[in-house]
């Protein structure tokens, strides 16, 4: 059964501190989503990437976060400095790749910046 | 712009009753509309989905009917069940491949 891995699952950090998400995408997907969830509200883009280059990344704050794809099975999502105002769950998504196919997500990031 | 709204933001019936939760889209690209389901502390899962070559889709107790011309599809659930009772959010691609959600419904339903 394949499936979307996210480390850490939980994380408590305090203000200031680097925070790095990470994510396994399904073999053979090429496109990543990293969405934001703040109690239980929307799903909001942060940034996309499709065969590793980023494609849109105008969700996310460009002065503390960013998002890379090292290789094709690892993405991540790096947080510096972290505030509290960033506690949520971060989702990491994959997907086959274009437009019109389904995605699935990783089970979830769940950071608490104190 | 690119956007998804969706409605009601909550929504609770009884057990046995039909729920309905509608969603707009503002892309006239959009070709692909999945409709995924949030248990409390889960991910997101996909429950179904319609492509914009159809007008409806069913699968058991869910069905999703689209109208292109509008912008606008919908989810049905029949014969809901306690179980049922989760966050729905609808999603639609835009032209730049990126997948925008709607802002959730949270179905309650009441035995």
């Known amino acids: 059964d394949a499936r979307v891995t996210q480390t850490p699952r939980h994380k408590v950090t305090e203000m200031g501190q680097e925070v790095t998400m990470r994510c396994q995408p399904i073999?053979?997907?090429?496109?990543v989503f990293w969405y934001r969830q703040t109690m239980m509200q929307g799903l909001e883009l942060l940034a996309y990437?499709?065969?590793?280059?980023?494609?849109?990344d105008s969700g996310m704050p460009k002065d503390r976060f960013s998002a890379e794809m090292p290789d094709a099975t690892l993405a991540t999502l790096k947080i510096q400095p972290s505030e509290p105002r960033d506690s949520a769950v971060y989702f990491c998504?994959?997907?086959?790749?274009?437009?019109?196919?389904?995605?699935?997500f990783g089970e979830g990031s769940w950071l608490t910046v104190v | 712009g690119e956007n998804v709204e969706q409605h009601p933001s909550t929504l609770s019936v009884q057990e046995g009753d039909s729920a309905v939760i509608k969603c707009t889209y503002s892309?006239?690209?959009?070709?692909?509309f999945p409709w995924y389901k949030q248990e409390l502390g889960k991910r997101p899962q996909l429950i179904i989905d319609?492509?914009?070559?159809?007008g409806e889709k069913k699968d058991q107790r869910i069905a999703v009917t689209l109208n292109k011309t509008a912008k606008h599809f919908s989810l049905h659930i029949t014969e809901t069940q306690p179980e049922d009772s989760a966050v729905y959010f609808c999603?639609?691609?835009?032209?730049?491949?990126?997948?925008?959600f709607g802002q959730g419904t949270e179905l309650s339903v009441k035995p």
């Open positions: 990437f499709r065969n590793r280059a980023p494609l849109d």
């Open positions: 998504a994959s997907g086959p790749g274009g437009s019109g196919n389904t995605i699935y």
């Open positions: 319609i492509r914009s070559n159809v």
């Open positions: 073999l053979g997907h090429n496109t």
């Open positions: 999603a639609a691609y835009n032209q730049g491949g990126k997948l925008i």
């Open positions: 892309d006239s690209a959009s070709n692909y």
